[in-house]
């Protein structure tokens, strides 16, 4: 006989393209995860999705008429910090889309509250497991390009006219630094651990921008230099990862692809799910190109770990002072191209330590 499994129930802030895209069908991927509540401005969008979810207008009255173990917010970044507060506060677990907060201070306050009250933390850094991530990790830990010296990592996209939405408003946590770097800063730092200091240049390249849509970032480790691009002009040609050491070279060039199959309604878990069939290529020291195979992914395994960490007390797939670390980065970078100087990460002596520890 199978026993059961134990039910976390989640209730999803938010159903956006991101809570409509990502969140509700990586939950529903999970077992032992129940979608069971929605806050959004748009009951009949959710309904017309899932009709046996219930429904909620804010998060007050969710909080207050459900019984909803676990809260995702997948808000506007400027609302994560007040909406993960309150659900702390009324006894939930949460899990936050990135960027986790708009500063390091804010992020310190949710990680501090959430350690007072004893409830799980999470940031949603589900890009942990692309396939093309995946991909250069082991590459990096099998030794294949040496010793590196440079990696570069491009989130690009080719979207040339400016749309009405949040995400390219002159609003606080708006523009393309704070949509896509807190994917390209937790990469790094889970590859490479701190930086010694980061150098950054923005940019609002298209016609109309009213936000920076173009980033230009190095973080720098030593003599070792990690480069994360970002652009909205972007059409192609560009390689997701580049890699360069004392052994040879190796790009991924295309992107994982499940971004992409969610948008074109595949289910997680199906055959396909996660597949990757551009190689890796390495260059070794001869000129001669050579292919490996790039492992799946699965953005799933994220709100696997959730489940456990919750069930069985396992470890938080992404930690507070992990959060933290990647705030401090995303705020230097800022300070950087203000100043156009070189800024280390603001972090006391004991957050370094936790960091590195994870």
Not at 95 to 113: E, G, I, N, Q, S
Not at 259 to 282: S, T, Y
Not at 303 to 325: C, D, K, W
Request: glycine share 8%.
């Amino acid at each position: 006989m199978v026993e059961k499994k134990e039910i976390i129930k989640v209730g999803l802030i938010g159903y956006g393209f991101v809570g409509k895209t990502f969140h509700a069908p990586l939950i529903n991927a999970v077992d032992g995860l129940e979608l069971a509540a929605i806050v959004s401005s748009h009951p009949e969008i959710v309904r017309e999705d899932l009709p046996d979810v219930s429904v909620y207008p804010d998060i007050d009255i969710m909080l207050s008429n459900s019984n909803v173990d676990l809260v995702v917010i997948a808000t506007p970044n400027d609302t994560h910090k007040p909406l993960a507060e309150r659900a702390i506060l009324a006894g939930r677990h949460v899990v936050v889309d990135k960027p986790f907060t708009l500063t390091t201070d804010d992020a310190r306050y949710l990680a501090d509250l959430a350690a007072r009250e004893s409830k799980l933390l999470s940031v949603f850094q589900n890009r942990r497991w692309d396939s093309d991530f995946l991909g250069v990790k082991q590459v990096i830990e099998d030794g294949l390009v040496g010793e590196l010296a440079q990696f570069e990592s491009h989130f690009d996209r080719f979207r040339p006219a400016v749309r009405q939405r949040w995400r390219e408003e002159a609003v606080p946590g708006g523009g393309l630094w704070y949509d896509l770097a807190p994917h390209m800063v937790d990469q790094a730092l889970q590859l490479f651990g701190l930086p010694d200091n980061v150098q950054a240049s923005f940019a609002a390249q298209r016609s109309g921008a009213k936000t920076t849509d173009w980033v230009h970032v190095i973080l720098s480790y030593g003599e070792k230099r990690v480069i994360l691009q970002g652009s909205m002009l972007v059409a192609g040609g560009t390689a997701r990862f580049t890699l360069h050491g004392d052994k040879g070279s190796l790009i991924k060039q295309h992107p994982d692809q499940q971004e992409a199959q969610l948008r074109a309604g595949m289910k997680p878990n199906c055959e396909d799910w996660g597949k990757d069939n551009d190689p890796l290529v390495f260059w070794d020291a001869d000129g001669k190109s050579h292919h490996y195979p790039t492992p799946s992914g699965d953005q799933t395994e994220y709100y696997r770990e959730i489940y456990t960490a919750l069930i069985n007390g396992y470890a938080n797939p992404v930690t507070p002072i992990q959060a933290i670390a990647v705030m401090a980065v995303i705020e230097a970078a800022i300070l950087s191209n203000q100043s156009g100087e070189r800024i280390a990460p603001d972090l006391t002596d004991i957050e370094k330590r936790a960091f590195e520890k994870k």
